[in-house]
Every structure is written in structure tokens, then in C-alpha cells.
Nanobody
Framework: QVRLVESGGGLVQPGGSLRLSCAASGFTSVDYAIGWFRQAPGKEREGVICISAGDGSVDYTDSVEGRFTISRDNAKNTVYLQMNSLKPEDTAVYYC?????????????????WGQGTQVTVSS
């Protein structure tokens, strides 16, 4: 059974950092494209950053360029989202998603499998 479990959310001050984890089970995450998505209250879901299987190419939304990075720990079957220089507008529920097919639309459409989400709040 494919399962994704996010963790690492919390309350952080503006300018701070958080690292989110997406632990995968039921499949080998390195063989799948993995992405992070977020949804703020009253807003549509937004693709944040993703990494492909194979060559590990990364795509991201402009608002997180230079601040967010995505990485894999294949031994732990886990994908991380490192978030630095956090802003209040980064406040949202963050979800990871996975799919065995990666296309240029992955950040827009998401994947076949989703986690339950973890809350990130950036506030002083």
C-alpha cells in the first residue's frame, strides 16, 4: 500500500527555517517523482517544488527560488523540503505527492498519491 507521511511543520518566525519530511512506504521513492504542494486558507493548492525520478531534475515556483530546496534520502525512502528565509505568505498546509510518471505539469497537477499534510505557520 502506497503511503506518504509528512512531518516537521510548526510555528516559525519570519526569516526562520523549517525542514519538512515526506516518508514514503509501499514503494521506492527514488523511482517516483515527488513534489511539495501547499494550500493556504481560502486559496487554491499551489505546487511549490518537485524532483523527478532518474536524473533528479528540480522544478519550483518562482516565489520560493533561492529559499526552498528539495532533496532525497534514498536509504530512508524520504524526501525533504528545506525552507529558509520563511515569510508569512509561506503559511499553509504543506503536502507531498508522488507519481511514477513525471511531466512538465507535475507542479500544476500533482501526483497520484498524496500525504495528509503538515501545517506551517510563519508569524511573529
Amino acid at each position: 500500500q502506497v503511503r506518504l507521511v509528512e512531518s516537521g511543520g510548526g510555528l516559525v518566525q519570519p526569516g526562520g527555517s523549517l525542514r519538512l519530511s515526506c516518508a514514503a512506504s509501499g514503494f521506492t521513492s527514488v523511482d517516483y517523482a515527488i513534489g511539495w504542494f501547499r494550500q493556504a486558507p481560502g486559496k487554491e493548492r499551489e505546487g511549490v517544488i518537485c524532483i523527478s525520478a532518474g536524473d533528479g531534475s528540480v522544478d519550483y515556483t518562482d516565489s520560493v527560488e533561492g529559499r526552498f530546496t528539495i532533496s532525497r534520502d534514498n536509504a530512508k525512502n524520504t524526501v525533504y523540503l528545506q525552507m529558509n528565509s520563511l515569510k508569512p505568505e509561506d503559511t499553509a498546509v504543506y503536502y507531498c505527492a508522488a507519481d511514477d510518471t513525471y511531466t512538465d505539469d507535475f507542479l500544476s497537477l500533482g501526483g497520484a498519491y498524496w500525504g495528509q499534510g503538515t501545517q506551517v505557520t510563519v508569524s511573529s
